[in-house]
């Protein structure tokens, strides 16, 4: 049903007149959560509003500068924030349809029959589509090197310096080995053999106030933890052992050491959201009636996306980035 309303002026809603009313065609639709669909020749970023009018917005494009990757992830573009013209096979259209919309409606290659759409507005050209991309996991709470630890936990600083404890160039909040001992974070906080802790609670094996996940030497023995290894397994200390069922590197007694300039993979995923404005849109009525509706800037909506792989190197690694690598 759609929603009458009288001699109002909405700013920013579209409106057509009917029978003396002001229909508005809702558009509550500025700044909405976007989905995605990828086709075989566009992709769209659309809403879909199924309460009390049945209407959807979309965003078609071909453009292949914002394309999802091969599990359909859309990534963020290489050159933020990515502008591409409305025109061609590029377009944004507003439906009214008489009937609820269902959740496959954008994703099908060929649109279902019902429901009919009864009313259509398509952009004209002139239009500019601005994609700018942030990180939606810069917060407090989120952990996006997943060792276990908060971004608050992690000397985590948003716009600034961030703490980075072995100083190779990724910030603790991000580096997934905070110490480059070659042991995950996420594995030196794990204390299942009851090792002491220090003050803050976390696991210390030689008790000299650092915890492990910090400590390049972890057992004291002036061997740092990343050469108490074997040959081939240089990136993994919590291999090789030569005694008491202990691994070397938290064996103080212990103090074998092969020095090698192997790291590990850094690489982890992040969290993003891509926020879709569009400048000069005129929407067009696709009746022939000749009516049309311009917005100085619209803002389309924000889509989020999550998993997207996020690349690292320590600086201290010489060989991370290529291919044998990875
Ligand atoms: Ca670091
Ligand atoms: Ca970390
Ligand atoms: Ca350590
Ligand atoms: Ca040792």
Redo the contacts with the bound molecule.
């Keep these: 049903m759609r929603r009458l309303l009288s001699g109002l002026i909405l700013l920013g809603l579209l409106t057509a007149c009917d029978d003396g009313n002001i229909i508005v065609t809702s558009f509550n639709f500025e700044d909405s959560t976007l989905k995605f669909c990828e086709g075989p020749n566009t992709n769209v970023l659309y809403a879909v509003n199924n309460n009390d009018v049945f209407e959807s917005i979309s965003l078609e494009y071909s453009n292949n500068q914002f394309e999802p990757d091969e599990n359909g992830n859309l990534l963020p573009p290489a050159n933020d924030p990515l502008s591409f013209s409305l025109s061609g096979n590029n377009r944004v259209v507003y439906r009214l349809y008489d009937g609820d919309i269902p959740n496959n409606y954008f994703c099908n290659v060929v649109p279902p029959s019902n429901p009919k759409v009864v009313e259509e507005w398509i952009s004209g050209t002139g239009a500019t589509v601005v994609v700018s991309s942030t990180f939606t996991d810069e917060t407090a709470n989120s952990d996006p090197d997943n060792d276990g630890l908060k971004n608050s936990e992690e000397g985590w600083i948003l716009d600034g310096n961030s703490q980075d404890t072995d100083n190779d160039g990724i910030p603790d909040y991000l580096d997934l080995d905070d110490d480059n001992d070659n042991v995950p974070t996420r594995n030196e906080l794990a204390n299942s053999a009851g090792d002491p802790v220090n003050e803050d609670g976390y696991r210390d094996t030689d008790e000299d106030g650092i915890p492990n996940y910090l400590d390049e030497d972890d ?1 004291n ?1 002036n ?1 740092i933890t990343r050469y ?1 290894v074997e040959e081939g397994a240089e990136n993994n200390p919590a291999t090789f052992q030569t005694a008491q069922g202990i691994p ?8 074998q050491s092969l020095q090698h300039d192997v790291f590990l993979n850094h690489d982890i995923s992040r969290n993003y959201a891509y926020q879709i404005l569009i400048n000069n849109l005129k929407f067009e009525k696709q009746d022939g009636s000749g009516e049309s509706i311009q917005f100085q800037t619209y803002n389309f909506g924000t889509f989020q996306e999550s998993g997207i792989d996020y690349p690292l190197c320590p600086d201290q690694d010489p060989n991370c980035g290529e291919a044998e690598n990875n």
């Excluded at 070397?248 to 103090?255: A, D, H, R, S």
């Design positions: 057992d023995d061997v108490e070397n590197y938290l064996n103080p007694e212990q103090t």
